[in-house]
């Protein structure tokens, strides 16, 4: 596999119609609207570069890129997405030798099927991830999905998507089995370990030339409460998205590295990518760690009217498919989520929801599904989804003082109560550096502490939820416009736990106290 990461040439336009000048440079992965020349501008950025091909079909990949993106091979146009934050593939064979690759992308929301201009996270442009170039075997293995049956005896299947005939099969280097014509397998891994987040023990199986790393553990979600390998868990943890004021959305590796060691090390278990796809190294960094992930497409807050616009369920049903394929074998994903926040009290909401809901099914039976409704009260899909999830504020948004947070959780708990529950968004804003020691003052660290506190204790002690994913991780790049209640200062979502720049607030520092002491009395009872 070749990286083409590196500095290439650059060309900006206003518009899609205009020819390119390539007068710059730029570095990717990068976005080109986060910081420098280019800041908070909507338009069109051209990447540029020679690329030495072999003979053979070839597969160039961009790990994730905004908003919409296309890839031309000297001059021609070799493949096209709106899917923004997925992998984009282009498979191509040419004359051995030297080509122009072209990587267009651009952040334009008017006419994009899937970003709004209200989402509450900014819609960057760009290469977010690396791109690679890899030759594709004749008869490849298309997919190679692994699905655990049985973590007490290490039973998995095999599905396998290829038009090979033979295929040989082995597990973490050891013999290999021959098998012919097979595109469903059920074997036993040799000498299997079980994944958990307290021993995130990894095994590969090896199908001809593709090989998958994976992770034996089951997930159980018919009763009221969620279980892994059997065992009753609670998922505390936050959301998170993938910004930084300088980086944009193509934060790099080590960046996400460390969000994941900091989430880990403060005795979380758990992170909601929100609201889009999830990269590659956050998953091979959450399936090392033994952080336990929901990972949802593109969408936010959809009204009804647009839970009727084919456009918009095709390309969301689209995105939801090749999430769910992606990020199929990495143990760490324990719940797709998709429509965060939509019209889920609407005819046009159920549809929507029991659709996708049909797709997860489909695809994947080892999975629960949800989505994140934020009208629990009047929602109509909880009878369609596998885990009931509710985003709710009470003590930010809304009339009630912070000391009703308790009863109000209390309150949303017992919801629904035949399945498992968790609190998939809660939080209060603050200005790192905001300081007040007079009682409740909002912004302030010290009054979003306090939530964060008592959030935490009112869940983990009520046995009616399964979890809590505080909102947010740190604060995250957005608009500043005001349709929001209580605004939108510096053009952040402030309700980070640690600021843009992953300064801790006080309520970091409330959270891991809260949990030590949890910890601490859990293990003297
Ligand atoms: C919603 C939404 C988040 C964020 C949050 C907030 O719950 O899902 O993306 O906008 O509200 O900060 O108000």
């Known amino acids: 596999m070749l990286n083409l990461d590196g500095l290439w040439e650059f060309a900006w336009t206003e518009s899609l119609s205009e020819t390119p000048r390539y007068d710059s440079f730029a570095a990717v992965p990068g976005c080109f609207d986060a910081a420098g020349l280019r800041f908070n501008r909507r338009g069109v950025g051209w990447y540029r570069r020679k690329i030495a091909v072999p003979a053979g079909k070839q597969r160039l990949v961009i ?29 191509f064979t040419a004359a051995p030798g030297e080509h122009e690759l ?69 597990f973490d280097n050891g013999p290999v089995r021959r098998f012919e014509n097979a595109r469903e397998l059920r074997l036993q891994v040799p000498d299997f370990k079980v994944w958990s987040p307290e021993d995130p023990v990894l095994h590969t199986v090896r199908v001809n030339e593709r090989s998958e790393t994976f992770g034996l553990r089951t997930l159980d979600w018919s009763g009221p409460r ?76 959809n009204r009804s009217e647009e839970l009727a616009v084919p456009r918009f369920l095709d390309t969301l049903a689209e995105q939801l498919e090749l999430t769910i394929h992606t990020s199929f074998n990495h143990p760490s994903l324990i719940i797709h989520g998709f429509l965060n926040e939509c019209a889920s009290d609407s005819d046009e909401g159920v549809r929507a929801v029991g659709r996708m809901m049909e797709i997860c099914h489909k695809l994947d039976p080892t999975r629960p599904a949800t989505f994140a409704g934020n009208r629990p009260l009047r929602d109509r899909c909880f009878d369609l989804v596998d885990i009931v999830s509710m985003n709710v504020y009470p003590g930010w948004y809304g009339e009630e003082p912070l000391d009703a947070v308790p009863a109000k959780l209390a309150e949303f708990a017992r919801l629904c109560p035949e399945k498992p529950r968790v609190v998939s968004e809660i939080g209060a ?24 506190a008592s959030v935490l204790r009112s869940v983990m002690d009520d046995p009616g939820w399964s979890g809590v994913m505080l909102w947010q991780f740190c604060n995250a790049n ?30 970091w520092r409330a959270l891991k106290n809260v949990i030590e002491e949890w910890k601490n009395s859990s293990s003297s009872k």
């Not at 791109?131 to 299947?157: F, M, Y």
């Not at 804003?429 to 964060?452: D, L, M, N, R």
């Open 429 to 452: 804003g603050a200005i790192w550096g905001c300081h007040s020691e007079e009682p409740f003052v909002p912004w302030s660290e010290e009054f979003q502490a306090k939530y964060t």
């Open 102 to 170: 072209v990587i267009r992308t651009d952040n334009f929301i008017a006419g994009h099927p899937l970003f709004m201009d209200r989402y509450d996270f900014y819609g960057f442009g760009g290469i977010f991830d690396h791109v690679t170039l890899c030759p594709v075997p004749a008869r490849e293995i298309r997919r190679l999905e692994v699905l655990p049956l049985d973590h007490t005896t290490g039973e998995i299947l095999l599905r396998i998507d290829t038009d090979a005939p033979v295929l040989t099969v082995s």
């Open 226 to 301: 969620l279980k892994l390998n059997g065992k009753e868990i609670k998922l505390l943890g936050v959301n998170r998205h993938e910004s930084h004021p300088e980086f944009g959305a193509a934060t790099p590796d080590f960046l996400i590295a460390s969000d994941l060691l900091r989430i880990k090390q403060a005795g979380l278990n758990f992170v909601r990518g929100s609201h889009y796809p999830q990269r590659k190294f956050f998953f091979d960094m959450c399936d090392r760690l033994g952080l336990l992930v929901w990972e949802e497409p593109l969408s936010w807050g």
């Open 63 to 91: 790990g994730s890129f905004g908003l919409h993106a296309a890839v031309f091979l000297d001059g021609k146009k070799l493949a096209e997405s709106f899917l923004a934050w997925s992998p984009l593939e282009a498979d």
């Open 478 to 507: 957005t608009y500043t416009g005001t349709v929001f209640k209580t605004g939108r200062p510096r053009g952040f979502n402030n309700k980070g736990l640690l600021d843009e720049y992953r300064r801790p607030k006080a309520a």
